[in-house]
């Protein structure tokens, strides 16, 4: 059994994987990334997102989609791989994130669609015309120690937000205070608690680690994730990332949310969509 | 041979698939929605749509991704559908779009994961924020009669071109009288020549079915699309369509085109994000 992990820090260590087999992997989804009742989808994503760098000849994620079947729960899980095609500069494949259920049965949790690259490889010109986020420095944005007391903002396991040095714009922050702003809109700084830098794994993360921008619009009730699709554009630089999340489309029982991740160096690193369920209450 | 086609347009005829065994469909590339050497890939989104849709127990496309990994060419094909999951109001699959080579391999042109659901079934609530395009009204767009005389605008074959009916923005057609705005932006009203009205399946076709914001940007070249997500998110009303495409990332050789199309009565009926390859040359 190969043990292919990076580093010592608790991303890295929450999204090893184990190759028991060609093209299949082990791994433990760890309860250090649940939210109320949740294992994260962006940690689910980034643990795909590591099986998949291991299986194909491609080391970096350039356009990576998941669909979120059934919920995950922390504890053992088996990802299996396909290579649906190898190129000089693109490779692509598909994973599936399985977890046996009380009767033995694989219970499928995620189905991953992905191409890979390799980002150092990609030519250096910039034309983005996109501009980074408006958000207040970083002193002067909200985490969690900022929170009210008990009882104010999310019931239930916040495990996540010990891995995670997340500073909300305050902009955006209303509905911890219960006063939503009521514009599909969500604004925060990104770090590792622990320290480690950004890589193209840990944006699979990023792109889904804030609070839903359904919070902002008053919107009451869970927002789960149907499917998610990240491209991820350039190597992040070194430091803190900005994220800004957007919906402007919130109908018929569903939204989306656009995410931006800008690095350190004002480069746009990652850009996601994501369509999830949004059943309005009252 | 369950032959399943709706109607006797040029779309439905040229989308048609014909079942031959479980989850396996015949189906024939038209040369009719080829541009320049390519068959165009929402057409080739469609087709599979089209195919998904007869596979899985819920009718309508909500998320469709699609990865390109070899060029089509018109004539025959197969595709081969999988049920991923079954749920109450979503049904997920994958499908695998295969042409045979002059040696009888099967080669796979397209690979698409996708979430099925319905929906007229969907809650009638609109909170949506966006806004439709600001194009001219249709009699002053421009359509392909006033395209200026041969060798300005497009190589090769056209013949999609005569499928639709697409009326430029005369603000996002500058590249045909060469003098393009240098903006990442291109927008047209949308509908099928034959007059065939909108539906799920015809907006997986139109959300590729502008010339390339590329072109607007004065990049020469082709731009192949590597892959493509959809969100169908209304049932569109007759009558035509509105579709405003949007680059603002354009950088290490790749950039992103996000579609939103809007129907007659100004609902945003279907967003995408396509991944693409632009090389600069010069």
Not at 73 to 79: E, N, R, S, T, W
Request: proline residues 8%; aromatic residues 4%; charged residues 20%.
């Amino acid at each position: 059994m190969a043990l292919v992990t990076l580093g010592n820090s608790e991303f890295d260590r929450d999204t090893a994987v184990s190759r028991r087999a060609p093209g299949v992997y082990d791994a433990h989804l760890s309860a250090g990334w649940t939210i109320i009742q949740a294992v994260n989808g962006g940690y689910l994503l980034a643990l795909m997102g590591r099986a998949l760098g291991e299986a194909l000849p491609h080391p970096d994620p350039l356009s990576v989609t998941a669909h979120y079947l059934t919920a995950s729960v922390p504890g053992p899980a088996v990802i299996r791989t396909e290579v649906v095609r190898t190129g000089r500069t693109l490779s692509t494949g598909t994973a599936r994130l399985l977890q046996t259920d009380e009767d033995g049965n694989e219970i499928e949790r995620l189905r991953v669609l992905a191409s890979y690259g390799d980002l150092d490889a990609l030519p250096d010109d910039v034309r983005t015309t996109a501009k980074p986020p408006a958000i207040p420095p970083y002193e002067h944005c909200l985490g969690a120690d900022d929170a009210p007391g008990e009882g104010t903002a999310i019931p239930g396991s916040t495990a996540i937000t010990e891995r995670l040095d997340l500073r909300l714009d305050p902009a955006t922050a209303g509905w911890a205070v219960g006063a939503p702003s009521g514009k599909g809109e969500m604004r925060a700084w990104f770090g590792l608690a622990d320290g480690r830098d950004p890589d193209p794994l840990s944006l699979l993360l990023t792109v889904d680690a804030l609070p839903p921008t359904a919070f902002e619009m008053g919107l009451l009730g869970w927002v789960p994730t149907v499917e998610l699709t990240a491209h991820i554009r350039h190597r992040p630089a070194p430091g803190p990332l900005r994220v800004a999340i957007t919906t402007r489309n919130l109908a018929g029982g569903f939204l989306e949310e656009d995410a931006e991740v800008w690095d350190s160096q004002d480069r746009l690193v990652a850009q996601s969509r994501q369509l999830a369920r949004a059943v309005l209450q009252g």
